[in-house]
């Protein structure tokens, strides 16, 4: 199912599961056979928030494991097994780190609020930006043509 486009309205930009026109903006979604529609117009927008989420612990963590079982291994006592296992949970808290980091991107009305989450790499979180910015530049515009034409 795909949201209808009205007469006067066009489509500036599209992402992930949103769409900018210049009259609103939606995300739709099929999750689990189940349709999700959330928009509002342009002239309801009040703001965005786009920020990063990881934990830089579990790297420490992950580090501060592997060099205890580089020592662990150059130690006479131990086994290879041993350095291999401790080793190993480290690269695991190193690899949690990795794929637990985050980018939430929130943006709306006073009435409908639209979350995405991805995966926090350099790009998708500038195309987070970009698309947030062209929110913004949107509703300006709406905003501004609707005062010239109450003038």
Request: hydrophobic fraction near 45%; glycine fraction near 6%.
């Amino acid at each position: 199912m795909k949201k209808t486009i009205f007469e006067s309205e066009t489509v500036l930009k599209t992402w992930k599961d949103c769409t900018l026109t210049n009259k609103r903006v939606w995300l739709e979604k099929e999750v689990s056979g189940q349709f999700l529609y959330k928009g509002f117009p342009l002239n309801q927008f009040q703001g965005a928030f786009v920020g990063k989420t990881s934990f830089p612990w579990l790297l420490y963590v992950g580090v501060g494991i592997m060099a205890l079982s580089l020592l662990a291994f150059t130690s006479a006592n131990n086994k290879f097994s041993v350095f291999l296992s401790v080793f190993c949970i480290g690269l695991i808290c190193v690899g949690l780190w990795h794929f637990l980091k985050r980018a939430q991107v929130i943006f709306g009305s006073s009435e409908v609020k639209i979350e995405i989450q991805l995966h926090a790499t350099d790009e998708e979180f500038q195309s987070a930006l970009n698309f947030v910015s062209d929110i913004e530049q949107a509703a300006l515009l709406q905003d501004d043509k609707q005062k010239q034409q109450a003038a």
